[in-house]
């Protein structure tokens, strides 16, 4: 029995701001039990619900010596479906109503969390035969591990895995400032953590883990280019030996349009009719006109200038003024982004509905109920929102970028294959010309629409396939020298 930690900022269903706690939340279940005992590591945030916390059992406390002194890391545990969970408690590093806050606080915040999840193993006696980290915010636990633990015992064996979930985010702040670093030895913090100038927390975890992935196979190749790099695809290009693309899959059992309750009617490929249902009920929720004719665009998103919405604003008027559409966005993030759609909302009141916030309830009603699914993103990793929409034949329109290039294949008539809309170049005319075309199959060619939406519904994002390939990882790497 091989043992893999799972170290995370955010997992279903305790913290989510995004795809990544979808990920940390799913694929823990799907990794084969009888070969992997597999663990989570989360912070034990303040704002993590209160429901949640009640079931979490106290385990223990350490106070573990770090550069402010000696701190208190509290450990409480849990189980999901059979897996153990465990929340590292502080309340000095862990409070505030979000997860992540000004990004001076959490480089100190999250290396604070590394090396506590480091601390915390050999307390709860479980040693890892690899610890899988994600993102920045866990990409230091590869390099305190070779900076302090390589003479230690326990953890003579372990290996690690970073994924890439998002390179833009890197944990950069100046580099004398963080104080849960300041004891690194000086080759660490001015060497491999540094880039332009700037600590970089994920540029010294790609260069200390035993390897890497990104979260399709496509992202793995744009990382290594200047375009999709952001700073670092010299890095990439260095460690392309230990660096994979392992697409994401969903957690079919949550989206499954048979069975979700937060859904009206329930439907599946051979009722699909049932599907309308669920768009009438979507439309009288958000107050928008009941039209079955109407092509509804659905968007559950961060707004963030990732996702593309940059696009929607040159086209906003003149899609409103020459297409029977409607429009029901859910999302948080920037103002400007939320400022855009809440302005169009106000504009046409029965054809735009932009729910700021986060809610799980209008996010499923809008996978349910949408015809299309937009996401026109600058760059996408791999992209979670269009495998969901999909397993709810709500056919998306996308940008062909990373992992939106993997998993969604452009609609050709001729052949009668594809299973969704795309565009290529970053640009408001594309998007506009492409929701153009999807309009007019979905008007003008029911049938050949139908046939998109069963496609999409036929197609098989559970985990199962992606799971084998991070067990492959994990085996290979174990079995691998040195
Ligand atoms: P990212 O991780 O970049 O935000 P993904 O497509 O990988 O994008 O995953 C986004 C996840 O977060 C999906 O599960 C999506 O449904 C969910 N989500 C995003 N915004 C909201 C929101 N405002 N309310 C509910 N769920 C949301
Ligand atoms: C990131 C990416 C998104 C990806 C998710 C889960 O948030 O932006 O594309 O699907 O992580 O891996």
């Given at each position: 029995m091989k043992k893999i930690l799972f170290a995370a900022s955010e997992g279903n269903p305790y913290i989510k701001t995004g795809g990544l706690a979808d990920v940390v939340g799913a694929l823990p279940k799907y990794l084969d039990k009888e070969k992997f005992d597999v663990r989570v590591f989360l912070p034990k945030y303040l704002c993590i619900s209160e429901s949640y916390k009640q079931n979490m059992k106290y385990v223990t406390e350490i106070y573990a010596h770090m550069p402010r002194g000696s701190e208190y890391i509290g450990i409480y545990e849990t189980k999901v479906e059979g897996i153990p969970y465990y929340f590292i408690d502080n309340e000095h590093y862990f409070a505030g109503d979000n997860p992540y806050n000004q990004i001076f606080e959490d480089v100190n915040k999250f290396a604070f969390y590394c090396r506590a999840v480091l601390a915390s193993l050999p307390e709860i006696g479980f040693c890892p035969d690899i610890i899988h980290c994600h993102d920045w915010q866990t990409s230091l636990i590869p390099v305190f591990l070779d900076a302090f633990?390589?003479?230690?015992h326990f953890y003579r064996k372990t290996k690690t895995v970073l994924t890439i979930h998002n390179q833009k985010f890197q944990g950069r702040w100046r580099i004398d400032d963080i104080e849960n670093c300041r004891d690194l030895p000086a080759n660490y913090r001015y060497?491999?953590?540094?880039?332009y100038g700037e600590t970089n927390f994920l540029k010294a975890g790609i260069l200390h883990a035993d390897r890497v992935n990104a979260v399709s196979e496509n992202y793995a190749i744009e990382i290594q280019g200047q375009e999709g790099g952001e700073g670092l695809d010299g890095v990439m290009r260095e460690v392309s030996e230990k660096l994979s693309g392992i697409i994401n899959g969903i957690d079919v059992e949550e989206y499954n349009p048979r069975k979700d309750k937060k859904l009206t009617a329930h439907f599946s490929i051979k009722s699909l009719a049932k599907k309308q249902k669920n768009k009438e009920v979507l439309q009288e929720t958000l107050g928008?006109?009941?039209?079955?004719s109407t092509m509804l665009i659905g968007i559950v998103s961060r707004?963030?200038?990732?996702?593309?919405f940059e696009l929607l604003t040159s086209i906003m008027d003149e899609m409103m003024n020459t297409l029977n559409v409607q429009i029901a966005v859910l999302g948080t993030g920037e103002d400007r982004f939320q400022d855009f759609f809440q302005h169009y909302d106000w504009k046409y009141p029965d054809r735009v509905s932009a729910t700021i916030g986060y809610s799980e309830e209008i996010a499923h009603m809008i996978y349910g109920g949408a015809d299309v699914f937009l996401m026109p993103s600058q760059f996408e990793p791999c992209g979670l929102s269009q495998l969901i929409s999909m397993r709810y034949g709500t056919i998306p329109i996308v940008r062909e970028t990373g992992g939106l290039k993997d998993t969604v294949e452009a609609y050709n008539e001729i052949w009668h294959t594809g299973n969704g809309f795309s565009f290529s170049n970053y640009d408001a005319g594309e998007l506009l010309m492409i929701i153009r075309y999807a309009y007019d199959i979905f008007q003008n060619h029911p049938k050949d629409w139908k046939e998109i939406m069963k496609r999409c519904m036929n197609m098989d994002h559970s985990w199962k396939n992606s799971a084998k390939k991070y067990e492959n990882l994990y085996l290979e790497l174990l079995s691998a020298k040195g």
């Open positions: 633990y390589r003479d230690n060497k491999d953590m540094e880039a928008l006109k009941k039209d079955s707004m963030t200038e990732q996702k593309g």
